[in-house]
């Protein structure tokens, strides 16, 4: 172990002398990308079952965990940050029948637990994932009720990893069926009589569960009640290993849909096909063979014709009616056409159609009659994000949950027959949501193209440039940084922060285009657009470059790793969360391989030139002065490897200028997310202790008796 070097400084008041970290073994490890020797000299920390792996994380952890135990305040954050999430949330209700299925957390529970409710009696506890392991760690992953409210199917995930084992249980006894279904991702079941639709992969190799490449996931039928290894295969595609496909079954259980995607550099769409289940048909006949760069989505069926959602000929999208015997274009009815806002979603619900668009990054949900004809929107509370809508045919009554950054999930329900809208519960949080306010401003990026900004924050705020301030954005994958509450986020606008969260182009803010405008060769348009934000916010005095901060994880912590790469002058510190840091070898572990049509693959030689410029493993500057950096990752991780991280902190660690420090925290039995809401908290109280610190914050906490 002479590669390891344990020595602290802790003598020395915090921040007064570098950190001293762990001597991180270095290997000659050199590979050629079309002409181009790149060095990977910490490849051996990619397998993280190595002992000398282990014995490295433990290092870093005891560098960090040492650093941020010095910090005086950190303790009382982490109550304040308990005592502000001890509150009651919900679901919105999901109703077979005169039953509604609904989960609770009452204030500090690790997981939320399953309830059941008939009519207007009591709820009782259906499930409880707070009682499959003893650390809370095993969250749930699925809910889903037959339609005859017969059976349940639910998942559980071990230490958050994305593998979930299925579970049937019994509604009417409320007991387990003996069976357990393994290797499930990528995956909702869908059910159909007693049994249900559901895809897994084959069993990885033992030890490379959690980083061996997913293919070949195929389609399962399982009947309730019986096991695993007798489920009849549906489809499987033994050409094509990195495509997904799923069934999924219509509300009356007449038509089987099989769902053929992929994320490749040459088509990112779907293909459908369908099955009559009236008439035992095996074979599935084709809707949409086609996989190009166009997806559809079934909605449900109406009088034999399928309703679609669907981005062909209409970046924006728009809702058609196919007839499957008819199905060529100009057959289509148009029900929903395109609008010059994005159409995200559509739900079939007590014969209406809900349309939920995102106009200037808020919701607007449109009511449409079966037939497509406008009805009127629904009157929301004012601007935020919805989500819901869902139901039945039969249904008369839908509900909905809406959130803003100042507003917890409120849960309306909405009367298909007056079309109003009433409240059908709302949590209460003792704080004061009065003395801060949310304004959306505009910025301009480098290229000329405007760019939204929410900025939440104290009524009373002086634009002075001494506020501290925090930007947080994501930028790719068609997701959008709506407006969302956080409970924990509280915890920093009571100290004065500016919470900035930043509309990336690579989301689906303004549809599709917007999306390709920060992707593959264009995923720079992405950093200029938070740098960009970064300049808006010192410019107009919301803050200044030494008191502003950065954090974003997954797709967000690249962005994080990028950008203070290219512009490290613009920030005290940054927190990149399980980023994807290794932009030449990212497609190499578990799913990666599914973001090559998000970021193109290093071995194709025109994606590798762009995707060396901005990797921020392979653009850390020698001897660079960087802002201090918390990185965060988690030993279950099996999306974005915690190797992303490991190798970028080695790396920003030995070349980075001395002074402020480079931390790594390494969370055990968890995932991609936090696996419980007690590990949550611990991750939010360091890295909110972390940036109080850099930022040169001296939080006034309450005492024990709360003032």
């Not at 099989?258 to 088509?267: F, K, Q, T, V, Y």
């Amino acid at each position: 172990m002479q590669w390891l070097h344990f020595a602290l400084i802790l003598a020395l008041p915090l921040g007064a002398d570098p950190l001293s970290y762990p001597k991180t073994r270095k290997v000659d490890q050199r590979d050629v990308y079309h002409g181009t020797t790149v060095s990977d000299p910490y490849r051996w920390l990619e397998d993280d079952r190595s002992a000398e792996t282990a014995a490295w994380v433990a290092a870093q952890n005891e560098v960090t965990f040492s650093y941020l135990g010095r910090i005086p305040f950190r303790q009382a954050l982490h109550k304040r940050l308990e005592g502000i999430a001890d509150y009651e949330k919900r679901s919105a209700p999901i109703r077979r029948g005169g039953i509604h299925f609904f989960s609770r957390n009452t204030g500090l529970q690790n997981q939320s637990v399953w309830y059941v409710q008939k009519g207007a009696g009591p709820p009782e506890i259906l499930i409880d994932p707070n009682t499959f392991s003893s650390d809370g760690a095993s969250p749930l992953t699925t809910f889903s009720v037959s339609r005859d409210g017969r059976y349940l199917v639910f998942g559980k995930s071990t230490g958050g990893s994305d593998w979930q084992e299925l579970r049937v249980m019994d509604l009417a006894t409320r007991k387990l069926l003996p069976e357990t279904l393994r290797w499930i991702k990528n995956s909702r079941p869908s059910w159909r009589g007693d049994g249900f639709y559901y895809s897994r992969y084959p069993e990885p190799a033992a030890g490379r569960e959690l980083t061996a490449a997913n293919e070949f996931q195929a389609v399962y039928y399982h009947r309730a009640g019986t096991p695993q290894s007798g489920d009849l295969l549906v489809y499987e595609d033994r050409k094509h290993p990195r495509r997904f496909h799923s069934v999924s079954t219509t509300e009356d259980e007449r038509f089987a849909l099989l769902r053929i995607s992929e994320r490749g550099r040459a088509a990112t769409g779907s293909a459908i096909f369908w099955r009559d289940e009236t008439k035992s048909e095996k074979e599935f006949r084709p809707l949409f063979p086609d996989i190009t760069d166009t997806s559809y989505r079934i909605i449900d069926q109406a009088a034999g014709r399928f309703l679609v959602l669907t981005n062909y000929k209409a970046p924006n999208s728009r809702l058609v009616a196919v007839d499957p015997a008819r199905r060529a274009e100009s057959d289509w009815t148009t029900l929903i056409p395109e609008d010059s806002v994005p159409l995200q979603n559509v739900s079939a619900t007590g014969g209406k159609l809900f349309a939920q668009y995102l106009k200037d990054v808020s919701a607007l949900v449109r009511v449409y009659t079966s037939d497509g004809k406008h009805e009127g929107d629904v009157a929301l509370p004012g601007p935020g994000t919805v989500s819901g809508f869902g139901g039945l045919s039969t249904d008369t009554d839908t509900f909905y949950t809406f959130t803003s950054f100042l507003s917890p999930g409120a849960i309306y329900r909405y009367d298909l027959r007056t079309r109003k809208s009433t409240l059908f519960w709302r949590p209460k949080i003792d704080f004061d949501f009065n003395r801060y306010v949310t304004e959306k401003v505009f910025f301009t990026s480098k290229d000329g193209t405007r760019v939204p900004m929410f900025l939440t924050h104290r009524k009373d705020l002086s634009k002075d440039g001494r506020n501290p301030a925090l930007m947080y954005g994501y930028g790719g994958f068609s997701l959008s940084r709506l407006p969302d509450f956080s409970a924990e986020r509280l915890a920093l606008l009571e100290q004065g922060v500016v919470y900035a969260s930043v509309c990336l182009r690579g989301g689906l803010e303004y549809g599709e285009q917007w999306h390709r405008a920060g992707m593959r060769d264009k995923k720079q348009n992405v950093f200029d657009d938070f740098i960009a934000a970064a300049g808006h916010l010192i410019r107009e005095k919301y803050t200044s470059s030494g008191r502003l901060a950065c954090q974003g994880g997954s797709n967000g912590g690249l962005l994080v790793g990028a950008v203070i790469n290219q512009r490290p002058d613009l920030f005290r510190a940054a927190i990149p969360q399980v980023g994807v840091m290794d932009m030449l070898r990212f497609h190499k572990f578990t799913i990666g391989w599914n973001w090559v049509a998000e970021y193109g693959s290093a071995d194709v030689a025109a994606d590798f030139n762009h995707l060396h410029a901005y990797s921020p493993l392979h653009n850390i500057g020698e001897g660079a002065k960087y802002p201090s950096v918390f990185v965060t990752t988690s030993d279950h991780d099996d999306r974005v490897v915690p190797a992303h991280s490991f190798k970028y902190v080695a790396a920003l660690q030995d070349k980075a200028a001395p002074g402020n420090p480079v931390l790594i925290r390494i969370e055990t039995m968890s995932g991609h997310s936090a696996s419980s809401l007690t590990k949550r908290m611990g991750i939010t109280a360091d890295i909110f202790s972390f940036l109080f610190h850099e930022l040169g914050i001296q939080p006034r906490l309450p005492d024990r008796s709360g003032k």
